[in-house]
């Protein structure tokens, strides 16, 4: 029994493996519509989503399969004070897969260590987010054609985005990637990140506060959205939240291949006037998400 807490959880062929499952799902989407009949899978959500939390259930329910869902902690017996791990324990008396989302760092890696059916993480406060990377290799597959030989720019809140965290985990692993971190001083990549994952694979990478003065050279450029739910401080959130708006007249430079992307939801990062901008990609992770987490529960649960 597997479960994903951390996308390195994953090796690269797996990956690859994936990927192409998620295209076959797409191709052929009949073939797999009763995989996994009788199957359960629980999404325990104990903070907010709209795409994880969905287009979980949605992938489960086009693999035949069915859903228990918590998607509001308080209404569940943690508000009661239940542990992660006896959480984790009674789901699986019900479930043959749980889907974990939590505000603590850890929480989804102690539920697995606690369950008898696999756990897949799907996002722990402001640590990783490894399926919602599953959704951007899936989109950059997609648009690029490959992971390897490319620049991306990441741009927004570095420190709490944990979209960007697993994301760097997993481009790490590939040839000559290049990582142009943009943002604010206060929103640095964390040093682990840097530290563990660039400088420890010798990738090349720049920190840059100006958006605008890199734009040209990227390939893909991911923006975030500054993490209201991680600030201590209410201040420093509005001081920082629209550090970075991306408008078309600043995609003039850009390459005319360019990839942009973002794991939404957006609050203010893009302005929606560049969502009719071909190179617009940030809708077509929402669909991809979905195809690569039933590639994800078909591999977990072991299903040919
Ligand atoms: N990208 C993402 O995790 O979105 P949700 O918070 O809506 O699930």
Do not use: W
Not at 55 to 65: K, V
Not at 131 to 150: H, M, P, V, Y
């Amino acid at each position: 029994m597997r479960s994903v807490i951390d996308i390195l959880d994953l090796s690269v062929e797996e990956l690859d493996e994936l990927v192409a499952c998620a295209k076959d799902i797409i191709a052929n989407p009949s073939k797999y519509a009763h995989k996994c009949a009788g199957k359960k899978l629980a999404t325990l959500f104990f903070e907010p989503s709209t795409r994880t939390r969905l287009s979980f259930e949605a992938a489960m329910y086009e693999l035949g399969g069915n859903v228990l869902s918590m998607s509001d902690a308080k209404s569940s017996s943690a508000a009661k004070g239940e542990s992660v791990a006896d959480t984790a324990k009674t789901i699986s008396c019900y479930a043959d897969i749980i889907a974990m989302r939590h505000p603590k760092e850890g929480a989804p890696l102690v539920a697995s260590m606690n369950a008898s059916v696999p756990v897949i993480n799907a996002g722990d406060g402001g640590h990783n987010h490894p399926t919602q990377t599953l959704a951007d290799l899936l989109t950059i597959s997609r648009e690029k054609g490959r992971f390897d030989n490319i620049t991306v720019g990441l741009c927004g809140d570095l420190k709490f985005g944990r979209t960007v965290h697993s994301l760097i985990s997993a481009l790490s692993r590939y040839e000559n990637v290049k990582f142009v971190l943009i943002s604010p001083e206060e929103l640095k990549l964390p040093s682990y990140v840097k530290k563990d994952i660039i400088q420890k694979n010798n990738l090349e990478y720049v920190q840059t506060t100006d958006l605008e003065s890199v734009m040209p050279e990227l390939d893909i450029l991911y923006m975030t959205r500054v993490q209201r739910e991680r600030f201590f401080n209410e201040e420093d959130y509005l001081r920082l939240k629209d550090s970075y708006i991306l408008t078309p007249e600043k995609l003039e430079t850009a390459k005319k291949d360019l990839c942009i992307m973002h794991p939404l939801p957006r609050v203010n990062e893009i302005s929606v006037a560049v969502d009719e901008d071909p190179r617009a990609c940030y809708f077509d992770q929402v669909l991809n998400g979905k195809y690569m987490r039933m590639a994800l529960i078909l591999k977990l649960l072991e299903v040919k």
